[in-house]
């Protein structure tokens, strides 16, 4: 004999919003069992310097790292910067031996021009030059020739060829002015 004191129905709504209540409430005890234990000052400052003790090396061996890279990258720049000096200055010094080359070659051909020269017509074109140029010319022909060059010039710029020519003859001419000789105070 079975006897049925009562009867539930429940529709499969309910049914379904009663598990899923019973499954947040069995996830949520689940997470709240997976939280780490209360965490004490003490512990805490234990644990961070068990950390900063584990990864000093690590962390210094990535500092030196990078400031490794950053030094190559600085040198390789030196290098470079290094390389285009000495390429500019075997250029320069090629420029320069070149100029001097020339230079050489035009003053002698030059004062050959002018040791050919008759002084009257000579003279004229040397007063015409920058005075520098006509004194250089002038102190390497021979001292007769040059006499008469300069006595065909204006006497105001055959003198100021012949300072120039004096100044470039006195050896104290190029270098730094003496310091006057004053007695030096007993000490």
């Known amino acids: 004999m079975t006897e049925t004191l009562f009867t539930i129905t429940i529709s499969k709504r309910l049914a379904r919003r009663v598990l899923a209540t019973a499954a947040v ?24 310097q068990k950390f900063c003790t584990n990864i000093a090396d690590a962390a210094r061996d990535q500092r030196y790292l990078l400031q490794k890279q950053e030094l190559e990258k600085l040198q390789a720049g030196v290098d470079e910067r290094i390389k285009t000096l000495e390429n500019r200055t075997a250029e320069y010094q090629d420029w320069l031996k070149r100029r001097n080359d020339f230079l050489a070659r035009a003053q002698a051909g030059l004062v050959d021009i002018f040791k050919t020269m008759k002084p009257d017509a000579a003279a004229p074109q040397l007063a015409e030059m920058r005075m520098e140029i006509a004194a250089a010319i002038i102190m390497q022909l021979p001292a007769r020739q040059s006499a008469l060059f300069l006595s065909e010039m204006n006497p105001e710029k055959a003198g100021m060829i012949s300072t120039i020519i004096s100044s470039a003859t006195n050896p104290n001419t190029s270098k730094a002015p003496a310091a006057p000789n004053t007695p030096k105070a007993p000490s």
Not at 31 to 38: K, L, T, Y
């Open 25 to 48: 409430l069995t996830i949520v005890g689940q997470v709240g069992a997976q939280q780490p234990p209360a965490v004490t000052e003490n512990s805490t400052a234990d644990e961070i």
